[in-house]
């Protein structure tokens, strides 16, 4: 849960001497204008945080060749250069994508390219937000003695699917050995696991700092990684505590449900659609924000929602239209069916002083507790999810109570985890 303050806008001025300005590297495995879920987000905050500072920045980050329009071609690499709102960006991808893009930690292909990026951008520190497409960029910072800081955003590290679920789809706790990922996922070779595991074990053993948002997250890998030692750094909001959304509920009044962010089949927004079908009310709204990657799963969200008057899909959004979605929103929903983690969406919506409806793992119910400023639902269980939902539509007050609890509570703001990043930053190098 988010701590009480009394001041919770911490002003970013460190008046850093000129000296102690640096270079930083921010590595991830995709940026905007093409992706913008919360790891993109993070990495951005950071850097327009550090530029602020006076800290050179640049992003490095994997592209499509689809979004590689104007790009200099180098054997099977290309190589694109832009700005996204004032932070400089190098994008790389392949002219013929590998099968195993994303989850490969060894490829030779980037060992040129690599090698002239450090080269020619001399970094001071390197902080990678995810790990995924540009590893090998951090092994070889890690061969040539250059300072890195990861920040675990998921399970990548741990697991090829990133998420800890397994062929079955149920939850994994992390390969305490090779054996248990063999035995939970069959069609992976096993001396193709025991290579990843090492190099990846290897790589965050070498960081000058591992750093999680949550300590759930961070739990999973130390208890894989029995050598790390994690340091929890909160995600930060632009805003720490607006009270936007001061509406009283009255008995009988419609109640209006919303879900914003990526849709992916792990994120459970299937789940929340066959919950909300059986919730047997015309004072049930749902609205729905975001859109996915995947053509075929848009198409059965939307058909979904046809198929019901009462949802509503608006669409892709912004952060400047988050004060309008959580004006309109009396309680967010958030049925997602993997160890989720510190999502956004969830925070800023306890920020705008809306409750939450979550789904009962570890990674939430750090944040969410059940019936004081939100409600939580057995994973994967429609049923449940149904049952709570319509115990909010058939008695709209119990959200009262959960907004004035969150009335006194606040988020961490950017900048105070930029602050938080930027003093390891400096003590690490």
Request: charged fraction near 25%; aromatic fraction near 8%; glycine fraction near 6%.
């Given at each position: 849960?988010?701590?009480?303050?009394?001041?919770?806008?911490?002003?970013f001025k460190t008046n850093l001497p000129e000296e102690s300005k640096i270079k930083i590297l921010y590595l991830v495995h995709q940026f905007y204008p093409y992706y913008?879920?919360?790891?993109?987000?993070?990495?951005?905050?950071?850097?327009?945080?550090?530029?602020?500072?006076?800290?050179?920045?640049k992003v490095v980050t994997f592209a499509f060749k689809e979004n590689l329009g104007n790009s200099k071609k180098e054997g099977n690499l290309l190589t694109e250069r832009y700005m996204y709102n004032g932070i400089p960006v190098i994008s790389f991808g392949y002219e013929k994508i590998r099968a195993d893009v994303h989850y490969q930690v060894d490829n030779q292909e980037m060992k040129r390219f690599t090698e002239k990026l450090?080269?020619?951008?001399?970094?001071?520190?390197?902080?990678?937000?995810?790990?995924?497409?540009v590893f090998d960029i951090l092994k070889s910072a890690k061969m040539k003695s250059i300072p890195y800081i990861v920040t675990l955003t998921d399970f990548w590290a741990l697991c090829f699917r990133g998420i800890l679920v397994d062929s079955n789809l149920d939850l994994c706790t992390g390969p305490k050995e090779t054996e248990k990922c063999v035995r939970r996922c069959p069609h992976l070779p096993q001396e193709i696991i025991d290579f990843r595991l090492k190099e990846t074990r290897e790589l965050l053993k070498g960081a000058k700092a591992v750093c999680s948002p949550t300590n759930f997250l961070a739990n999973i890998y130390m208890?894989?990684?029995?050598?790390?030692?994690?340091?929890?750094?909160?995600?930060g909001l632009k805003i720490g505590k607006v009270i936007n959304n001061q509406k009283r509920m009255e008995k009988g009044d419609p109640v209006t449900f919303m879900f914003g962010g990526t849709w992916l089949p792990h994120k459970g927004l299937s789940v929340l659609l066959?919950?909300?079908?059986?919730?047997?009310?015309?004072?049930?709204?749902?609205?729905?924000?975001?859109?996915?990657?995947?053509?075929?799963?848009?198409?059965?969200?939307?058909?979904?929602?046809?198929?019901?008057?009462?949802?509503?899909?608006?669409?892709?959004?912004?952060?400047?239209?988050?004060?309008?979605?959580?004006?309109?929103?009396?309680?967010?929903?958030?049925?997602?069916i993997w160890w989720e983690n510190s999502p956004y969406?969830?925070?800023?919506?306890?920020?705008?002083?809306?409750?939450?409806?979550?789904?009962?793992?570890?990674?939430?119910?750090?944040?969410?507790?059940?019936?004081?400023?939100?409600?939580?639902?057995?994973?994967?269980?429609?049923?449940?999810?149904?049952?709570?939902?319509?115990?909010?539509?058939?008695?709209?007050?119990?959200?009262?109570?959960?907004?004035?609890?969150?009335?006194?509570?606040?988020?961490?703001?950017?900048e105070e985890e930029a602050y938080a990043y930027e003093k390891l930053y400096i003590s690490r190098m």
């Open positions: 849960m988010p701590q009480k303050k009394e001041n919770f806008l911490l002003d913008f879920s919360g790891t993109e987000k993070f990495v951005y905050h950071m850097a327009t945080c550090m530029q602020k500072q006076g800290h050179q920045v450090l080269s020619e951008e001399k970094p001071d520190v390197i902080h990678a937000g995810h790990l995924m497409r208890n894989a990684i029995p050598a790390l030692n994690i340091k929890v750094i909160e995600l066959k919950a909300f079908g059986k919730v047997k009310s015309d004072k049930a709204v749902l609205n729905i924000y975001g859109a996915g990657p995947d053509a075929a799963y848009n198409d059965l969200v939307i058909n979904s929602a046809k198929k019901d008057k009462r949802i509503q899909i608006k669409g892709v959004f912004c952060e400047e239209d988050l004060p309008m979605i959580f004006r309109e929103s009396d309680c967010s929903v958030v049925p997602s969406m969830m925070k800023e919506a306890l920020a705008y002083n809306v409750p939450v409806i979550a789904t009962n793992v570890n990674g939430l119910t750090e944040y969410v507790k059940d019936g004081f400023n939100g409600f939580t639902f057995r994973l994967g269980d429609s049923w449940h999810l149904r049952e709570v939902m319509e115990r909010i539509v058939n008695d709209p007050q119990l959200l009262n109570m959960m907004k004035g609890n969150l009335a006194k509570y606040i988020m961490p703001t950017v």
